[in-house]
């Protein structure tokens, strides 16, 4: 990919805070009801930070080689990662 091209994707593709922010949203969805607090802890864990951040470094490369376009890497990718952590997820909901 040409300098100029990643460039532009990098600026339209989300940050980790944004795609960790979207990740919660389907996590919430996958998973059900939980507390903010809760929500918060789990996402705080090594355990959430680890799978986000590596799943979005794996997800950006795909979108640096023009394998996924930023729609796919904001639903889909994000989707994935929130099923995952969902299926994942053992503390409290309250």
Request: negative net charge; aromatic residues 12%.
């Amino acid at each position: 990919m040409e300098d100029d091209d990643e460039e532009q994707v990098l600026q339209t593709c989300p940050t980790l805070e944004e795609f960790t922010q979207i990740v919660k949203e389907y996590f919430e969805c996958y998973y059900g009801s939980i507390s903010e607090a809760a929500l918060d802890r789990y996402f705080e864990s090594d355990e959430a930070r680890r799978v986000v951040g590596n799943r979005y470094k794996e997800h950006l490369e795909d979108l640096k080689n023009g394998e996924i376009t930023t729609k796919i890497f904001r639903i889909g990718c994000a989707a994935a990662v929130g099923d995952c952590l969902a299926f994942m997820y053992e503390g409290d909901i309250y």
